[in-house]
């Protein structure tokens, strides 16, 4: 046991001493965020108005008609390839969910919205890798990440809804120590005492957002979300004593890492929904990410070895390594077109009477969807010593959902089963390099994502 804790010190020093790899941003993010929007390409700008508001467009929450609670998961398998080989980038998969409560306060319609994330295999992860090896930048680890959002809404007037709100992320410090006596003959006669401190904190970004009604048309809807950084910081201590045969040297490591261990960039999304046909729905947004500010994830690094060896043991200690020379990023800016359609394919059943809904609605509702995106690839040529691959991202979706309009006299509202899946498909890129004798020569890129999951309604 105690070779495998000294062992477990040693590679935890040597990781982190490299460079730090950070997830991207988070899931609602790459994905999307519950079925109907997953389904829709994301184009809810100026369509949300169940618990996907808290992430769309907090004013859609004001036109929620009754309390409303959700509950969804999702499963995203990624298969990106670098030269034909699988680049090990992780399938993500996680809960999400909800609610929103409606109300007044003086007269004026009001609502409140919950909204969240939640990753099942680990709220953070780490990876180190240098800067010169090859990972595609925006999706490794990209679900690691806890979102949350708290929003409020309301409707001063009879067509605006303006709303705003909070969004947290979850990031880690970690500390970690190691002190007493190793035998470098003998590791079982070693007494080494180990301390590990890791603490999850939070950061928190505003969202803002406003919906028009365009008269029979449909919605105008215009949403912003601010930039968050997770800083990450680790530090580890190496304190004791060496025992080579007989020869005791004191000896002591110390190591700082700084970094951001995700990082999620400001934007702004203008977005309009089409509903003059009753039962057809056709959204459009497009959103400007602030890529250009994107920082870049090598650690900032500083580690210091003393050691203390005897006359009679000659030893040459290695000078502390120099800090890594981090080579600028100048990621760009871009626009993410996004189209979403909806249709009522059947309407069947006796008329209902749905509470907080004018006039009456069939027992049993299918709507049909059906999306598709276009995020063009925000990093640059790669012709030099780094290596972050990307590639233009096509993303086509389905989906379909079933309403149970006042299923039950204890259900007044409805009930809402969504389902949706996704394929993106990332073109092949070929990377050249300027010298490939001084890096890791030229290579190609590219893959497949495919999205799958479900979300259920309660509306009360």
Not at 78 to 85: H, K, Q, Y
Not at 412 to 432: A, F, K
Request: neutral net charge.
């Amino acid at each position: 046991m105690r070779r495998l804790s000294c062992a477990a010190a040693l590679l935890l020093a040597l990781a982190v001493s490299g460079r730090t790899r950070r997830a991207r941003a988070h899931a609602p993010d790459a994905y999307g965020f519950g079925s109907r929007g997953a389904a829709m390409g994301g184009a809810l700008a100026a369509d949300a108005t169940d618990f996907s508001a808290s992430y769309y467009n907090p004013a859609g929450l004001a036109g929620a008609t009754g309390l409303g609670l959700s509950i969804g998961y999702a499963y995203a398998s990624n298969r990106l390839r670098t030269d034909g080989r699988d680049s090990g980038v992780r399938d993500v998969h996680g809960l999400s969910g909800g609610l929103v409560a409606p109300g007044e306060v003086l007269g004026v319609p009001f609502a409140f919205g919950l909204a969240t994330f939640l990753p099942d295999d680990g709220l953070s992860r780490i990876k180190a890798i240098r800067q010169e090896t090859p990972r595609w930048e925006l999706y490794d680890d990209r679900l690691s990440i806890l979102f949350l959002a708290a929003n409020v809404a309301l409707r001063p007037l009879p067509f605006l809804e303006i709303g705003g709100g909070v969004a947290f992320l979850a990031s880690t410090r970690g500390r970690f120590s190691v002190t007493g006596r190793a035998d470098a003959l003998s590791p079982y006669d070693s007494a080494l005492r180990h301390e590990v401190d890791a603490d999850l904190t939070s950061i928190r970004y505003p969202q803002l957002g406003a919906r028009v009604r365009a008269g029979d048309l449909g919605f105008v809807g215009l949403t912003y979300r601010g930039e968050a950084k997770l800083p990450l910081s680790i530090d580890a201590r190496l304190q004791g004593v060496v025992d080579f045969a007989g020869i005791e040297v004191p000896l002591l490591y110390e190591l700082e890492s700084r970094t951001v261990d995700a990082f999620l960039p400001q934007q702004v999304v203008l977005g309009a929904s089409f509903q003059r046909i009753e039962g057809l729905r056709v959204n459009v947004d497009v959103a400007w990410v602030n890529w250009s500010a994107y920082e870049s994830p090598v650690a900032r690094t500083r580690a210091h070895l003393e050691a203390t060896p005897p006359p009679e043991l000659p030893l040459d200690l290695p000078d502390d390594p120099r800090p890594t020379s981090v080579v600028p990023l100048r990621f760009a800016d871009r626009l993410v077109p996004r189209l979403g359609v909806e249709v009522l394919a059947l309407a069947a059943g006796g008329l209902r009477k749905v509470a907080g809904q004018e006039g009456e609605r069939r027992a049993i509702e299918i709507p049909l969807r059906a999306g598709y995106v276009y995020e063009r690839s925000p990093v640059p040529p790669q012709r030099g010593a780094t290596n972050y691959i990307d590639a233009d991202r096509h993303t086509v979706s389905l989906g379909a959902g079933v309403v149970l309009n006042r299923p039950l006299a204890e259900l007044p509202g409805s009930l809402r089963i969504d389902l949706h899946g996704q394929l993106s498909v990332l073109p092949e890129v070929v990377v050249q390099k300027d010298n490939p004798a001084d890096f890791v020569g030229d290579y190609r890129a590219g893959g497949t994502m495919v999205n799958l999951g479900g979300t259920v309604t309660a509306g009360f």
